[in-house]
């Protein structure tokens, strides 16, 4: 069964202007995003900057107020879920971010950081957290003396680590990880996703795996969802998507991953121009207007719901990518 | 090599810091040549010195602290560590350019990215308003940013990331120079803005004859752009090698280690990576032997940890630093 279940998705913000600071337009940051997510699985998300990835990961996980669909979250509907009635849904899903530094209060000790959670669900003893606090790091691979230090005064790789001892802490059955490692060297690197995987097994984590690199987004996933201004394109098994490509996005995004081989040097077709403006976005498949591709005014017109077309393979239906 | 044939040759640089703990060396005796017109790679986790390295070159290491303590840096025949620093202002900007790693600490926040442009060539060259307007929407054109004309007269903060990184490099080739150091263009971008700004370098490479030091930790991007790659490791070239024979037979543990931890698009998803365990040492830990001993999971004797490893050369125009275990 479905541990998570999107549909429809659409999150939009105001966009302000004005004398009176009123909003004159939207920004349609996700806009009608639908999938599912099983238990113990890796669904991973990727797209340039800009299309809504984190957007998305923090409407599921609750920090924003969807503007219109539907997110259940085993078996409950939790899309305008009050702030009261989602503290016991908490505990099922965290969110890793991209720069763990921003979401680790400087002034608060490792201690600090992983008992909060304890404390904000009301469990345990003052003891009892202390030793699940010792457990928690040595989990993540951190030394009890970790403990009285403070974020700073870790680097990049293990700060990442704290940020995954706080997420893991309550056993969460599903954790948003948003660009976990996006911000960290090669090695170091390895041994986040390394890690990750292994929680994944040990405590049967369910993931969405949040990167703007293909080739990390790839190893960490079951299913891949592929992503272009505020809509999922192309969404396929992990392998099928890699070997059998059909959106012209997702060709775009294999083609720019620099492969660590220099006898496959390649003439590649590049992306140009930047992701446009959620603001306006233009009418049909908003990547082919992009690129000036010559059938795009063919997708002006047509049904761009995501069609099955192979099995589990799902993309825009525009008869010229598929 | 011969002289030549590198357009720079760097021989036993040392490169230290002093603060309150007394001096701390960050680059500590590090050789290597850019073959004129081509790529070299340095290529490193962060922290181990490959900064450090750029700036010592450019002669812009925070000042009092950076110091060049030793060894030499011969541009076209000139060395730079003992050029006085009018001359080394002269060559700067004209004849080695330098992208920084952050766009926006570069670029002046408050003045529009046209003005930036114009002083950057006056600086180095009498010309007429006219001549500077022509020149500087023809390398926007270049950097293909749209609207060159409009563009100019924009502040930084107008622009989008991948925009005001293609800013950075019109501003490092306005004058046309001879070596560009690229220290991290493209890390902090998307893949694709990645991919374009990295053809975009290689293009004006070849249509310039201009010669490369590209700094990254990212070897696809090495594997993919570089002619010679340099593999860093705390303050040290460990390896130095052609890119083929680099990736083909890398023979230091640290490169191998580096190698093997890349996800692969062709691995199986959901495998464990091979992970090198363990952190580049802070500059204040550095040992007088190999540095990697410890995180390379080999048992070493005392003589091995004290001891340098003598950087040789192992086969033609491959240099490694020849540790009896792991070089076998
Ligand atoms: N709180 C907000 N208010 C208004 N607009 C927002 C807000 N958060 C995000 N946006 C806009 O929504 C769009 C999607 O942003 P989002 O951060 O989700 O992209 P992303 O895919 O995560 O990009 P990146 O890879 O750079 O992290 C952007 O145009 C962004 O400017
Ligand atoms: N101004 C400074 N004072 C003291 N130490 C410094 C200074 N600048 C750099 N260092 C130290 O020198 C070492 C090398 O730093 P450097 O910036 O060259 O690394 P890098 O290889 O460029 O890393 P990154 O990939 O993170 O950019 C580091 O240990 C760093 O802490
Ligand atoms: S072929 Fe159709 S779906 Fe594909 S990019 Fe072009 S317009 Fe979009
Ligand atoms: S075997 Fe030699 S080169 Fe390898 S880590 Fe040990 S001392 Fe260094
Ligand atoms: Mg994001
Ligand atoms: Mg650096």
């Known amino acids: 069964m479905s541990l998570l279940t999107v549909q429809n998705l659409q999150q939009y913000f105001p966009v302000r202007g004005g004398l009176l600071h009123r909003a004159v337009a939207s920004c349609k940051a996700v806009d009608g995003v639908s999938f599912t997510l099983n238990s113990g699985e890796t669904l991973g998300l990727v797209g340039e900057s800009g299309c809504g990835k984190t957007t998305l990961g923090k409407a599921i996980v609750r920090l924003l107020k969807p503007t219109r669909g539907k997110i259940e979250f085993d078996g409950q509907d939790i899309t305008h879920a009050s702030i ?12 890793i971010f991209q720069d763990p530094a921003e979401s680790l209060n400087p002034r608060h000790t490792v201690r600090d ?31 009890a003396s970790a403990t009285d230090r403070f974020p700073f005064e870790f680097s990049g790789g293990q700060r990442q680590r704290i940020g995954i001892a706080r997420a893991i802490a309550l056993k969460p059955k599903l954790i948003v990880c948003d660009e976990p490692v996006s911000a960290l060297d090669v090695s170091v690197q390895s041994q986040v996703l390394n890690l990750l995987l292994d929680l994944q097994r040990d405590m049967g984590l369910s993931y969405l795996f949040i990167a703007h690199g293909l080739n990390v987004v790839k190893h960490m996933s079951d299913r891949v969802a592929v992503m272009y201004l505020g809509k999922i394109v192309e969404l396929a098994p992990a392998e099928e998507l890699y070997h059998n490509p059909r959106h012209a996005y997702t060709k775009a995004l294999l083609d720019a991953i620099p492969i660590a081989d220099p006898t496959k040097r390649r003439e590649r077709q590049l992306l140009r121009g930047d ?48 | 090599m011969s002289s030549t044939a590198s357009i720079l040759e760097v021989r036993d640089l040392v490169t230290a810091f002093d603060g309150d703990a007394g001096r701390m060396t960050a680059v500590d005796g590090i050789s290597f040549d850019v073959p004129r017109g081509k790529t070299l790679g340095i290529v490193g986790e962060s922290g181990c010195g490959k900064s450090v390295t750029a700036f010592s070159i450019t002669r812009l290491l925070p000042q009092p602290h950076g110091k060049i303590l030793g060894g030499s840096i011969h541009f076209e025949g000139r060395d730079l560590v003992s050029l006085p620093l009018e001359e080394m202002q002269k060559i700067r900007g004209n004849d080695i350019s330098m992208i920084f790693q952050e766009p926006m600490t570069a670029l002046n926040p408050v003045q529009t990215v046209g003005r930036q442009l114009a002083e950057a060539i006056l600086l180095h060259t009498e010309c007429s308003k006219a ?59 998307d893949v694709t803005v990645q991919a374009q700004i990295l053809e975009l370098i290689a293009d004006l490479q070849k249509e310039m004859g201009m010669s490369v030091v590209l700094i990254t930790h990212d070897l696809g991007v ?75 999971g080999r048992n070493h004797t005392a003589q091995q940890l004290n001891t340098r490893p003598p950087f040789i050369e192992i086969s033609a125009n491959h240099w490694v630093e020849n540790c009896p275990i792991c070089v076998a």
């Open chain 1, 84 to 95: 009261g009635a989602l503290r016991p849904m908490r505990r099922h899903v965290q969110m």
């Open chain 2, 222 to 296: 090495i594997a993919q752009v570089c002619d010679e790659v340099a593999v860093m490791y705390a303050g040290r070239i460990v390896e130095r090698a052609n890119v083929h024979e680099l990736f083909a037979k890398p023979r230091h543990a640290y490169t191998q280690g580096l190698l093997e931890s890349i996800p692969r698009l062709d691995s199986k998803p959901k495998t464990l990576l091979k992970a090198i365990p363990g952190n580049v040492p802070g500059i204040a830990d550095f040992k007088p032997g190999c540095r990697f001993a410890e995180r390379s």
């Open chain 2, 131 to 189: 001549e500077v307007l022509a020149r500087s929407i023809d390398m926007m054109i270049k950097v293909r940013i749209p609207e060159p004309a409009q563009r100019l007269n924009e502040y930084p903060h107008q622009l989008s990331g991948g925009m005001r990184q293609r800013m950075m490099i019109a501003m490092a080739l306005i004058n046309k120079p001879k070596l560009l150091i690229a220290d991290e263009p493209t890390t902090a971008l």
């Open chain 1, 113 to 143: 950081i992983l008992e909060e959670p304890f404390i904000v669900q009301k469990m345990g003893t003052k003891e009892e957290r202390r030793k699940w606090v010792l457990d928690l790091l040595d989990k993540v691979g951190l030394s």
């Open chain 1, 275 to 322: 992701v446009p403006s959620p603001i306006n976005p233009p009418p049909g498949c908003a990547f082919g207007h992009r690129m000036k591709h010559p059938k795009w005014e063919q997708s002006v017109n047509m049904d761009l719901t995501l069609k099955e077309i192979a099995p589990g393979h799902f993309v825009q239906p525009c008869p010229c990518c598929t």
